[in-house]
Every structure is written in structure tokens, then in C-alpha cells.
């Protein structure tokens, strides 16, 4: 729902600020008020193009920003954090920036945006899939873009028919039919170059294999090399290490030991004496480990040149391996993991093929038999759904015009099933059935809209529409009926109207008022009021009787606004 308009510097708009509300919003206005420009700033958030000549005069930029409640489109919300949009406080705000010399710019909460990126949020064309249901649609001098799309016209008619949870259901197993297709697809490409890449394969696995790597073994082998390397220099440290501390007559063992004894024979003075001294016997027992490691450690000092080629030869080739799968052992073994798991699939493709084909076949027979049953019930709700729209547009004075709705059957599946629809009309019985699309007009597109959205009723998500031209060649009870159907599409949702009808203008929950005022300067700019109670009776008394406004106008007005309150 839109909640607020702001348009600033837009053609002959200084600043206006509407803000608008759920149900009916009625705006009205004499002939060049701006209400037509109102609608070119509602068009510009819904992702029209921007022309730099639509800035105001002496203005370096248009801005025109308007903020849409999300709370009941968990769709839209849904869809803006997929974009990487925040709308956690339920809120989208717009803006665009015209720029009469620059590029202008798009912001969805404050990020920059594509009018791409817009359009696909704001006034989706409605997907193949029906999962993108538009925020705003607008009907009248403006393209309508849903209700002349085909897939639209579908929307409609499988919300009717009661097919929609049918479709969606068919659409999920058209899509595992496109994965299916696709997997077959690769398995055959790989087919062709199949034996040269097994070869391949096989020549990377096996150069691997041979090397029997282990996780770390890099550092391994880099450490016993540096040791066989150096061997010569640890050996003599660990000989002199031991000299020093246990075989030399003045190791540092002979001394700790003659400390230790001579405190042992001056006990008896001061038995204190050998307490204070036991770290020395513990230090005498490390010493003595250490010199045993020691010994040990030069045993295992291996100095054959043989072991240290074969080393260096190992770690070559590791090296090797290294620039071809990885900078570790542990990279190169989850390398082999993959080449593995290729050439398993690679020797397995046939089974694979055979298999997808098989299912492929089946998951077809089953699509093929839902197709033909959404088409059959399509088909039967097509004839309905025509005829109560034609009578919805008795109702509304639409002589002689007739709807139709046309279900053909395509060659090929698509994701919503084999049925292709599309509105049509004809002027009457004699004349020929032509799309929708080619021939209605804005006020005509705004009646049929309002008529299908009688018999259709409201769809899974709640939406703003905005009707233009609704009451072009309408009067008296028909436009009272106008503004009725009108009420009752925007119960629970919203709908904004532009009109001239007093009868229409009556049934608003909210009326703006759009009027033209000169400058200081002389410049004519628009403006816009919400109008209170009295006010109200006022314009629909205008309305009714032009500008010289009389006791019977306001009068009728007042009798207006109370019958339709009663409605």
C-alpha cells in the first residue's frame, strides 16, 4: 500500500506531500490541474523512464519519493532481501532523482538501485510463474503493463478457476523436467570428449598414487633432510653436550655430585642444610635423562648420502606435484578425492544417461496428463469468467462491447501447463475478436479492470491500484455504480482514483483536491489538499455545477455523500 507521495520540481509541481490511505482515494480537479502529472510521478516510482525536460523550470532536479507499507507483502520483502535491501521495519521507501543535465538516480532504502532493479519490485511484469504479483497497477492514459500481458490474463484466470495451487504444483515438476534435461544434456556433451578426458584423468591419478603421500609429509621429509644435511655438526654438539655435562672429569655432573656429597657429611651440623639442596638431587636425575636422550639422539643421527638422495629425490618430486594440485600434501590428496569422483562418474555415464532418460520419460507421461487437465479446467472457467465480466459491463454502460476469454492449447509445454490465454473484445456480435492489448481503450482498460476484479475477486496479495479514466462516457447511475465497484475492490487494499463524476468522488474514504495557482513570479504551479468535511461537499458540489456552486449543488452534494455513506 502507498502511504505518501511526495514531487518536488516535477513540471508544473513546486512541493506537494499526499498522504493516502487504505480504501478508496479519490482525487479530482478542473482539466490541466496537474492530475495527469500526478499520475507521471506515480509512474516514475513504478519504474517508467525519466525525461530530463520534466524538471521543473529553473530546477536542477526533480525529486519524487513515495513510501509503501510491506507488512501484508511478505513477497516484496521477500524479494528486497534477496537484492541485498533492508525492509525490516515493514517500510519501502522510492526515490528518484531527475537530474536535468545529469544521469538520474534510483534509491529503494537508501540503496541505489537499476530501473531494472524498480520495476522488478514495484510493477513486476507478472512471471510465467505467478510469483510476482505487482505492488501498484495502473490502469487508464498510462500503459497498463499487467493487464495487457498474457501471463497476467493466466494469473487471473487460474485464480478463478481455482487451478492456482494445481499450477504451481505442475511448475515445480516442469522445473525438475528442465533439471533433467539439462543433466542429459551435459552427459551426452562429456560423451564426445569422454575417452580423452578419462585418459587424462587417469594419467593425473596414477602421478599422484605413485607418490603414496600422506597428510604433512612435507614437513617431514623437509625436517629428516635438514637433519641428515647437518649431521656431522649435531653429532659433535651432542658429543660435546655430553662431555660437558656427564663424562668430562669436570663435568658439570662431577661437580653437582661432590656439592651434593660434602652436604651430606655437614648434615649433622645443620640438618637444614641437605633440605635446601634436594633441587640439586633432582637436577643430578634430569642431568642424567638428559645425557641417556642424548646418546640416543646420535644413534639416531643417520649420515648415509644414499638415504639423503633418495629424501631430496621425494621432495622433488613433491615439489612437482605441488604446482600442478596444490601447495600441500593434504591439497594434493583432496585433488586425487576429485579425479577420483570424475572419472568414477565418467565411467559410469552411461548408467547415468540411461537412467535420467528413463526418468525423464516418466516425469513427462505424468506433466503431459496435468497439462491436459489445467487446460480442460481452464478452458471450462473461460466461458464463465467471460460471461461475468460481460455483465459486469452492462452494468457499467459498456454497450455492445463484448469480453472474451481466449484458452488455446500450445505445441510445447511451459512451466504453467500448455494453455496460452489471452483477453479479447469485439465492438459486437458482428465484428471480429481482437486482443485486448490492440484495442481498449484507457477508460475501456480501466472498466474491464474494474469488472474482472468483481468476478475474480481479490488475489493472494493485497495491492494499489490507480484508475484513470474509469468514468470516461459514464453518467448517472452508472457512474454511482462505478463508484460502488470501486469501494468495494479497495476494501482491504487500496485503490486511488482520478475522476469527474461527483457520484464516484462520493464513495472516497480520502478526497484530494488538485488545483492550479500562480506564483509570485507569475509561474502556474499545482497544488494538492485533503479535504475535510466541509470542503468535501464543496468540490463534489463543484462537480456537479461547475464553478458557480448553488444551494441545490450543495444540497445534492451533501444527499451524495450521505447515501454513499450508507452504501
Not at 538501485?113 to 510463474?129: F, H, I, K, Y
Not at 457499467?396 to 492449447?409: A, H, R, Y
Amino acid at each position: 500500500m502507498l502511504l505518501e507521495l511526495k514531487v518536488s520540481n516535477f513540471a508544473i509541481i513546486d512541493n506537494v506531500h499526499m498522504q493516502f490511505r487504505q480504501g478508496l482515494n479519490i482525487l479530482s480537479g478542473e482539466t490541466g490541474a496537474g492530475k495527469s502529472i500526478l499520475l507521471k510521478s506515480l509512474g516514475l516510482l513504478m519504474g517508467e523512464k525519466a525525461m530530463a525536460d520534466s524538471v521543473r523550470t529553473g530546477s536542477e532536479q526533480a525529486v519524487i519519493e513515495g513510501c509503501f507499507d510491506l507488512s501484508d507483502r511478505p513477497d516484496i520483502r521477500e524479494h528486497l532481501n534477496e537484492m541485498g535491501i533492508d525492509s525490516h521495519d515493514d517500510h519501502m521507501v522510492v526515490r528518484r532523482i531527475v537530474s536535468a543535465g545529469k544521469q538520474s538516480r534510483i534509491y529503494i532504502n537508501g540503496s541505489l538501485s537499476t530501473l531494472t532493479g524498480l520495476r522488478d519490485v514495484v510493477a513486476p511484469l507478472v512471471e510465467v510463474t505467478g510469483t510476482a504479483v505487482p505492488l501498484i497497477e495502473m490502469t487508464g492514459q498510462h500503459e497498463n503493463r499487467n493487464l495487457l500481458s498474457r501471463a497476467y490474463h493466466l494469473d487471473l484466470l487460474d485464480q478463478y478457476a481455482g487451478t492456482w495451487k494445481s499450477r504451481v504444483a505442475f511448475t515445480q515438476d516442469f522445473q525438475k523436467r528442465q533439471d533433467l534435461i539439462a543433466e542429459i544434456e551435459e552427459i551426452r556433451s562429456e560423451s564426445r570428449t569422454r575417452a580423452q578426458r578419462l585418459d587424462f584423468l587417469i594419467y593425473q591419478r596414477d602421478e599422484i598414487k605413485a607418490l603414496d603421500l600422506k597428510p604433512g609429509e612435507e614437513e617431514d621429509i623437509e625436517n629428516e633432510t635438514r637433519r641428515l644435511k647437518f649431521s656431522a655438526k649435531l653429532n659433535g654438539f651432542a658429543e660435546q653436550a655430553e662431555n660437558i655435562l656427564y663424562n668430562d672429569d669436570d663435568s658439570v655432573m662431577s661437580r653437582l655430585s661432590y656439592v651434593l656429597q660434602r652436604a651430606n657429611e655437614l648434615k649433622q651440623m645443620d640438618p637444614e642444610l641437605t633440605t635446601r639442596l634436594e633441587p640439586l638431587s633432582q637436577a643430578r636425575t634430569l642431568i642424567n635423562e638428559v645425557s641417556y636422550d642424548l646418546r640416543d639422539y646420535v644413534k639416531g643421527l643417520d649420515s648415509d648420502p644414499s638415504r639423503q638422495d633418495e629424501l631430496e629425490a621425494r621432495l622433488s618430486s613433491l615439489r612437482q606435484l605441488q604446482k600442478k594440485y596444490g601447495a600441500t600434501a593434504t591439497e594434493i590428496l583432496g585433488a586425487l578425492s576429485a579425479i577420483e569422483n570424475e572419472i568414477n562418474q565418467l565411467e559410469n555415464s552411461d548408467e547415468r544417461l540411461a537412467s535420467a532418460e528413463k526418468e525423464l520419460a516418466k516425469l513427462e507421461k505424468v506433466l503431459l496428463e496435468k497439462a491436459a487437465d489445467l487446460h480442460g479446467r481452464r478452458v471450462s472457467a473461460a466461458k464463465l469468467l467471460a460471461d461475468g465480466v460481460n455483465d459486469e459491463l452492462k452494468d457499467l454502460n459498456m454497450k455492445g462491447l463484448i469480453f472474451q476469454v481466449q484458452v488455446s492449447e500450445a505445441d510445447e509445454l511451459s512451466s504453467t501447463g500448455r494453455s496460452v490465454v489471452e483477453f479479447m473484445t469485439q465492438s459486437g456480435k458482428s465484428d471480429v475478436p481482437r486482443p485486448l492489448a490492440k484495442v481498449a481503450s484507457g477508460g475501456e482498460m480501466s472498466r474491464i479492470l474494474l469488472s474482472i476484479k468483481q468476478v475474480v475477486g481479490k488475489g493472494q496479495f493485497p495491492r494499489t491500484y490507480l484508475f484513470d479514466e474509469v468514468d470516461t462516457g459514464v453518467s448517472g447511475p452508472t457512474a454511482e455504480k462505478v463508484g460502488r465497484k470501486l469501494k468495494r475492490i479497495a476494501q482491504g487494499q487500496q485503490v486511488i482514483c482520478i475522476t469527474h463524476l461527483p457520484q464516484v468522488a462520493s464513495f472516497g474514504d480520502v478526497h484530494f483536491s488538485i488545483s492550479k495557482a500562480a506564483t509570485k513570479k507569475g509561474a502556474l504551479q499545482s497544488e494538492v489538499h485533503e479535504l475535510k468535511a466541509a470542503d468535501r461537499v464543496q468540490e463534489i458540489a463543484r462537480l456537479i455545477s461547475g464553478e458557480k456552486i448553488t444551494k441545490t449543488s450543495l444540497a445534492h452534494a451533501e444527499q451524495l455523500l450521505a447515501d454513499s455513506a450508507n452504501a
